[in-house]
């Protein structure tokens, strides 16, 4: 029987904070990042213009359909050969998640925009509103309530992301965990003990997410 | 009357893709008339009352609602979305399915056009919503949610909608198919009573006993032609068209016309 021991982790307290500060601040980053990507590409999506929306297509399903490992370590490790262009692990870390989770932003954002009944738009089209007065008057807000469940549970997904960052050397929560391991030849407790700081970060993150869904679910018939 | 007519439509064409929905459709209405539409469905009457506030864009054809004028087909340009947008600021209309703005309140969804639209001061807007609450009968319901209404209730909302932009005309596209028949009535009398203030109107109906009550001029739409029109009474009691008297022969006995 394996006897655990969990005091020893007290003297790595700072590299663990260090660790949860660079996941969280980095999170931050992407979810911000990506979100700002998803509007844009989600609006292309329901552009006029057919070469708009397929750009924009092609980005999605590019980003969507592969899987975001690949993705971190072609940014890190081909890109810069094609470009010529030295990227730090932090900046590769941040345009490979930003560019995934916009990808999976902008399929919500977009959703959410086509799910409000069409009558809603010949209703403001008929008071004699322009296109952009009902798509800020009448659409959004409407489509932002149906869209914030969704959003907050990508924005969870983008937090678990992060770890993979660690293998370009990003010094985050399973980076320096990776370390305290090596040092303390004591990785059942280092490991254990990341994975109930990320249980400790989401588990409220994801209550509020499951509060949100109730509410909003209750829709309003027009 | 000896003014010119409020709505001149004329030689107007639609399709969708091969399906011609409207052929040379011709129409005038006086101002004040109340021109009642009828017909089966697909015969394109929802198509010509949605053209008239150019939800759907003619392909071919002109149309004149007071003083606005777009013409449509081969060497015209489409009109701006701005000039769209005002036109149809000029043109109220009332869907089957209400479309009231549900994320905003009863008053909220009267004066959101006026404001945004009109850039009517809020005090302004308000004190007009509440004027217009109260003439379709719902004065006390200002602050409700839409949610919260009857099907009868939202439409007379929706009616009052439109009427807070003061429109040249009113365009009905079934504003009563969608609701409960003990709901019929409520929506009728403010539609009625519209129609005694001198409103212009275009309905879409297949009320026919409303029809024969309130318009003065009922048109029969069969394929995207006008098959026969005249006096409400004519056209409802004696149609002459065969097509016509088909169509009528459903209504009868039915609701006692």
Not at chain 1, 93 to 116: D, K, P, T
Not at chain 1, 177 to 182: F, L, N, T
Request: proline share 5%.
């Amino acid at each position: 029987m394996y006897a655990w021991d969990f005091q020893f982790l007290w003297n790595y307290r700072y590299l663990f904070a260090e660790g949860i500060g660079v996941t969280i601040g980095f999170t931050i980053a992407v979810v911000i990042l990506g979100i700002i990507a998803g509007m844009v590409a989600g609006l292309m999506m329901l552009s006029r213009f057919a070469v708009i929306r397929l750009i924009a297509s092609a980005y999605v399903e590019l980003f969507r359909c592969t899987p975001l490992l690949v993705q971190l370590i072609w940014i890190y490790y081909a890109l810069p050969i094609l470009s010529g262009i030295e990227l730090s692990g932090v900046s590769a870390g941040l345009i490979a998640l930003s560019l995934y989770g916009g990808a999976f932003y902008a399929e919500i954002i977009r959703g959410g925009i086509v799910s409000i009944d069409v009558g809603q738009s010949e209703a403001g089209m008929a008071l004699g509103m322009t296109p952009l007065q009902i798509m800020k008057r009448i659409i959004l807000p409407q489509a932002l309530k149906r869209m914030a469940p969704p959003m907050l549970n990508q924005s969870i997904i983008q937090l678990k992301n992060t770890s993979l960052v660690s293998i370009i050397a990003v010094p985050d929560l399973l980076y320096q965990g990776q370390i305290i391991a090596h040092d303390s030849y004591k990785p059942l407790e280092v490991y254990s003990a990341i994975a109930l700081a990320y249980l400790a970060i989401l588990f409220p993150l994801t209550t509020l997410a499951r509060y949100g869904e109730k509410k909003f679910s209750v829709r309003i018939e027009p | 009357m000896t003014s010119e007519p409020k709505i001149e439509v004329s030689g107007l064409h639609k399709s969708f893709g091969s399906l011609n929905v409207l052929h040379g459709i011709d129409l005038t209405v006086e101002p004040g008339g109340v021109v009642a539409l009828i017909g089966p469905s697909g015969s394109g009457k929802s198509t010509l009352l949605r053209c008239l506030n150019l939800l759907v864009t003619p392909d071919q054809g002109s149309i004149r609602i007071g003083r606005n004028r777009f013409s449509f087909g081969p060497g015209t340009a489409q009109p701006s979305k701005y000039k769209l947008a005002g036109f149809r600021a000029n043109t109220g209309m009332v869907f089957q399915h209400f479309n009231l703005f549900p994320h905003l309140s009863v008053l909220g969804n009267i004066v959101e056009a006026p404001m945004i639209v009109r850039k009517m001061p809020r005090a302004e807007a308000e004190a007009l919503g509440l004027e217009l609450l109260t003439k379709v009968g719902l004065p006390d319901k200002a602050q409700e949610f839409p949610g919260r209404l009857s099907g009868g209730q939202k439409q007379r909302v929706a009616i009052a909608r439109a009427l807070a932009m003061q429109p040249e005309v009113m365009l009905f596209d079934e504003a009563t198919s969608a609701l409960d028949p003990e709901l019929v009535g409520e929506v009728l009398s403010v539609m009625r009573s519209l129609a005694r203030d001198g409103m212009t109107m275009v309905i879409v109906t297949h009320e026919m006993a409303f029809a024969r009550e309130v318009a003065d001029k009922v048109i029969f739409m069969r394929d995207g032609v006008i098959v026969e029109e005249g006096p409400a009474n004519l056209v409802i009691d004696e149609p002459q068209n065969p097509a016509t008297r088909a169509f009528l022969a459903h209504f009868h006995g039915k609701d006692g016309v």
